[in-house]
């Protein structure tokens, strides 16, 4: 079920995003995949010719995902995996055609540049979901989502779109940004 407080796709979608970065055949590398929510969800856009890499770090949770979601849909491939090492499941993972970060880490834009640099083709697009309390508890809100779209600037990306996902995820925000290949911007 597509419920906005459970998935923050579903909220973007409720909130009137402008365009999805995948489609039906594509490959998507998932970054926080807990139990599978939404990744059920963008294996349903992906169909069974695409193909979701669903990289998660807690292995409770990642038992969870296998159970719900893994044992039912042949086009996920389960990782356990660190998002903040993509180097770690360089033998699971292919290159994609997008990546969805949802992760609850102090470096969210660093961490999906990063898997973008490794897996990302030139010209595709991430979606980023910036959980502003999991980076900075006390800064404004509006600070926190700034910094990250301009560590996303920095290293190479250009912003295509962010929607608040306020009142269904309070201080989210998502960000749709075109990759511009691996290592541009960075120094």
Request: hydrophobic share 40%; proline share 4%; with cysteine.
């Amino acid at each position: 079920m597509w419920d906005p407080f459970r998935s923050k796709l579903a909220a973007a979608i409720l909130k009137g995003v402008g365009s999805m970065t995948f489609g039906e055949g594509d490959a998507v590398l998932y970054l926080g995949a807990a139990s599978g929510t939404t990744v059920s969800h963008v294996s349903d856009i992906l169909g069974p010719k695409g193909r979701v890499y669903a990289v998660e770090f807690a292995p409770r949770v990642m038992r969870e995902l296998l159970e719900r979601v893994c044992a039912h849909r042949s086009n996920v491939v389960p990782i356990l995996g660190d998002a903040r090492r993509p180097e770690s499941y360089r033998a699971l993972a292919r290159r994609v055609t997008s990546i969805y970060c949802d992760v609850a880490q102090p470096e969210q834009a660093k961490i999906a540049a990063d898997n973008a640099d490794a897996y990302l083709e030139s010209g595709s697009e991430i979606l980023l979901f910036v959980k502003a309390r999991s980076i900075d508890s006390t800064a404004p809100i509006s600070d926190v989502f700034s910094r990250e779209k301009q560590i996303l600037a920095g290293r190479g990306f250009t912003i295509e779109e962010t929607v608040e996902l306020d009142p269904f995820d309070r201080d989210h925000l998502m960000v749709r940004a075109k990759f511009g290949g691996a290592g541009a911007g960075s120094s």
